[in-house]
């Protein structure tokens, strides 16, 4: 079955530390990757996406993340968390081939920032 | 360039009423895809409308439908609401290529209280 994993739903960082959040996948076809963020009250917005090519992606806000296929994994990272970064955080794939552009999403990360 | 909006963005209904969301989608997007978001979960795909025409479901009863228009602005209505129907429903339009790697802009959703 198609699913995404988020195994950890809240996250405590401290500010200026570094971050990952960690995202597997369990897809049947070549999966399109995204890391969407979701700040309260709020919709989401994409942070980055993977299609092919280069396995390390950048992505908004200094955001990057790295597809690991033989892990079936597409973790986020940051190297310096910033307090606004404080959202939750959610992982999705998609189908690559078709025209079904359905999302399966994870649960989501909560992440706090400590001053 | 207008994002995508949702209207309205809250709503409370009483068991077994019904009740209609709107979507307006980016300028240039002719899909449209919607999402289901209990509180502290991922978003659950409901259904997607690609040129007027629904291109694909999610594990969603019946009395979930959908419509989408000329201007591909779209609907989403659901009968006989049930309290587990109260959730965040977001919106999300993508471009005209047709393929998964449109990027899914999403609305700031509309909060379903349902009693």
């Known amino acids: 079955a198609q699913s995404v994993t988020q195994p950890d739903i809240h996250i405590t960082v401290s500010e200026g530390a570094s971050l990952e959040l960690r995202c597997n996948y369990s897809y049947g076809a070549t999966p399109y990757l995204f890391w969407y963020v979701q700040s309260p009250g709020q919709g989401l917005q994409l942070l980055l996406k993977?299609?092919?090519?280069d396995t390390l992606v950048q992505g908004i806000k200094g955001f990057e993340a790295e597809f690991k296929r033989s892990q079936s994994s597409f973790n986020l990272r940051k190297p310096s968390v910033h307090w606004s970064d404080a959202a939750e955080y959610f992982c999705a794939v998609g189908a690559a081939a078709g025209n079904n552009r359905k999302l399966i999403w994870g649960l989501g990360t909560s992440l706090a920032v400590n001053p | 360039e207008t994002g995508v909006t949702q209207s309205p963005t809250h709503l409370i209904k009483t068991r077994g009423q019904q009740v209609t969301l709107r979507c307006s989608s980016q300028?240039?997007?002719?899909?449209v895809s919607w999402y289901q978001q209990a509180l502290g979960q991922g978003p659950q795909f409901i259904f997607q409308?690609?040129?007027?025409?629904?291109?694909g479901r999610g594990n969603f009863p019946p009395r979930f439908s959908g419509l989408q228009f000329p201007n591909y602005s779209s609907e989403l209505n659901v009968n006989a609401l049930e309290l587990d129907d109260s959730a965040l429903y977001l919106c999300?339009?993508?471009?005209?290529?047709?393929?998964?790697?449109?990027?899914?802009?999403f609305g700031p959703g509309t909060r379903l209280t349902v009693l």
């Open positions: 409308y690609y040129r007027e025409e629904e291109n």
């Open positions: 300028s240039g997007h002719n899909t």
């Open positions: 999300a339009s993508s471009g005209s290529s047709g393929r998964t790697s449109d990027t899914q802009y």
């Open positions: 993977y299609f092919s090519g």
